[in-house]
Every structure is written in C-alpha cells, then in structure tokens.
C-alpha cells in the first residue's frame, strides 16, 4: 500500500520564510502619503545613453539568444572593468558569467560549491536571500552576528570562532547591506588569513563596490592569496541605477564559474540580451553619471546621518551602499514596533533590522536612495513620533 505524503511542497522550501522586508511594503502599499526609505534601488533614471544603447540593439534585430555566458564583448568590458577600478584580473572566456542579477549569481554559485549538509556562514546583518539559498541547496547557513561596536564589521576572532569541521564557505557582502559598513583592505586581510588557514571558499557580493565613499574598495579576490577561493558576485543594479534590467556577473575561479555556467545553461539559457547591450554601453560610458550619482549619495547620507542623531538615534556612519542603520532603543521599541509604529501613525516606511538577521534588532534600515526632499519630508516625521513617544 503506498503512502501518501504529508505535503506536496519540498521540506527545504518550506522551512524557508517569505521574505520580511515584503510585509512592510505590502502594509504601505494600501496606505496613502507615504514617504518610503525602505526600498533598495536608485531613484535615479538609468541614464539615456545606456537604454539608447539597448533600443538600437532591438532596432539592429538582435533579439535571439546570446552565448550562455553572456555576450563575449560584454565579458571583456566586465573583465577590463575589474581590472582597472579594482586591480582584479580575470579571464573573460572562462573566469566571468553574465547572469540574470546578482540574485541569480548568489543563487547559481551556493548551488556549484554547496552539498548536502555543508555549513555555510553567513555574516550578519546582511540581505535576506542569503540564508536561503544555502538551505535550497542543501546546506547549514550558520549565521554569524557583527556588533556595532565594531562597526559591523567581521573580525577574524569572530570567524575564527564560528568554524568547524563541516564548513565549506563564507558569505559576505562589504559594502553592506543593511548596514552600510566597509572593511579596509588591512582588516580584509585579517579574515582572509582565517579562510585560508581553514581551506574554505568566499562568496563575496561586491554589489555596492562603486557606491564606496570613505576611501577605495578593496576586492576580496585581491587580497593575498584569495584569488582561487574567493567568487565575486556583482551586477549592474545599484551603480549604474539599473535594477530593472535584472544583470549581474560572476568573477571567480574557471573550476566554479564553470559548475555556475552549467547551472546558468539549465536554469536561464541566458541573460537578457537588450540589457546585456545596454550593460555594455554602460561600462564604455557610464562612469560620469555614476560619479555624480555617487556625488548625491554622499551628500544624502551625510544628511540622514546627522538628522538621526539630532533625533537622538544612534546612527553608525556608513561608510557604502545607500543604507543607514539606526539604533532606535532611545524610542523604547525594538526595531520591528518602532517601524510599524512609524509607518502606521507617521506614513514612513523603513525596514525593521531583524528582518536582516543577528545584530539589527534595535535598529531600522532606511535607505537613502531617495530624493533630499523626501528624506527631510520623513525626518520630520520620524521627529514628531520620537516626540510622541
């Protein structure tokens, strides 16, 4: 006699929860007047050129599909690319693949490097997918929680201390999202020390490489002897104001960018090809939109940063991304009531820090990649509820 099954749905995707920044955005949704920090993209256009770039190649019919890895013009600007702003060359037939977002890239490398029952750690507060992928693939995300007091940054001791003999990776993401937090290359150096001492891998989303304003990013498969280890998980969303067009691009070792573009083949055949033309218009000519983007960010973050702590929020000055994190714990409210306080009561959504994992639960992400005036619109908001309460 055959036994019917429990559940139709695979055990992995139902220990996963939905996503928690989603919540708040759908309880906005059918609210009016609100002022939104909460959302991780540009408020910028991408700029013309690139979708000009992206209309002829409609207009010259090429519409079929590219290589699998993406279009070799496209892989040797992305190759020429990292190794120019970051000193990190790679091969452009072998060693880069261009994938549909970074999300794809995260998703497509945790499945190349992961079996059944390999620990991953994963440094916390960090975006949400993170954990997810690795428990899709059959993995033990291990999360490990970086202190404000530190900066959010991940010492090698705390590393050091969160490894064990089934680890097979470490994922990291600098600049951070949500907290905004960089690493010098000397403190790179440091972890870097630790994963070779372990034999591990580095899944590393360099996302917000561009968006760095307190001194230069330093590439993690640049540091010593990480070049083999390390995968760099990046794309077009957030530096060239592009998160529509769903590109990203993998750099890393032939051997695992070869598993990924297996995985790619199966799973997407290809990225779009009018973003992949757009993407490479964007690397040829894109570098002074992107500056006086990045101009604008500063000059944001500089301003959000001060008013909350005029507020009387303690605010770590992030160093990257378009993310402030503030420690609201002088409201009385952990981080997820102080949002949903201020959303319903004040019409300002922001996402609560829990929602990214260990370490954000006092705090709230806002985002500042949104216009001046509406950051000053919900400031003054946040200033009457910090006043009510």
């Known amino acids: 006699m055959t036994v019917k099954q429990t559940s139709r749905l695979s055990k992995a995707v139902e220990s996963i929860q939905p996503s928690g920044i989603r919540r708040f955005f759908d309880m906005a949704s059918t609210m009016d007047d609100v002022v939104s920090l909460g959302v991780g993209e540009p408020d910028f256009s991408t700029p013309w050129n690139v979708c000009e770039a992206s209309i002829a190649s409609l207009e010259r019919g090429h519409t079929s599909y590219t290589a699998n890895a993406g279009l070799p013009e496209l892989r040797r600007e992305i190759a020429n690319y990292m190794d120019d702003r970051f000193n990190a060359p790679y091969d452009s037939e072998t060693e880069v693949l261009v994938t549909v977002g970074a999300s794809e890239a995260l998703d497509a490398a945790t499945r190349a490097i992961v079996d059944p029952g390999d620990e991953v750690i994963i440094v916390e507060p960090t975006f949400v997918s993170y954990a997810p992928v690795v428990t899709l693939a059959g993995g033990v995300p291990v999360p490990l929680a970086v202190q404000k007091e530190d900066e959010f940054k991940l010492t090698p001791e705390a590393l050091e201390a969160a490894i064990t003999t089934r680890t097979k990776a470490v994922m990291i993401c600098f600049p951070n999202n949500p907290t905004g937090a960089v690493m010098t290359e000397s403190e790179l150096q440091k972890i870097a020390s630790v994963i070779e001492r372990h034999d ?26 990480m070049r083999e280890r390390t995968v760099i998980i990046s794309g077009f969303s957030k530096a060239f104001a592009m998160t529509g067009w769903r590109l990203g691009f993998v750099c890393g070792p032939e051997d695992i960018v070869g598993a990924m573009l297996k995985i790619h083949q199966y799973a997407m055949m290809c990225a779009p090809t009018p973003a992949q033309h757009g993407a490479l218009e964007a690397l040829r000519n894109g570098r002074e939109t992107l500056e006086r983007m990045i101009e604008s960010y ?7 940063v001060q008013s909350f702590r005029e507020l009387g929020l303690d605010c770590h000055q992030p160093g990257g991304a378009f993310y402030a994190f503030p420690n609201v714990a002088s409201s009385g409210l952990n981080g997820e009531a102080f949002a ?43 200033d009457r509820l910090m006043q009510k309460i």
């Open 200 to 225: 591990l891998l580095v899944l590393s989303d360099e996302i917000y490489a561009e968006l760095t304003y307190d001194g230069e990013h330093t590439a993690f498969s640049n540091l010593s002897k």
């Open 298 to 304: 500063q000059q944001r973050r500089n301003f959000i």
């Open 340 to 382: 949903e306080k201020l959303l319903l009561e004040e019409q300002v959504a922001v996402v609560p820090g829990n929602v990214f994992g260990g370490g954000g639960e006092a705090h709230v992400r806002c985002s500042y990649a949104t216009s001046l005036e509406s950051i000053k619109v919900a400031i003054d908001r946040m």
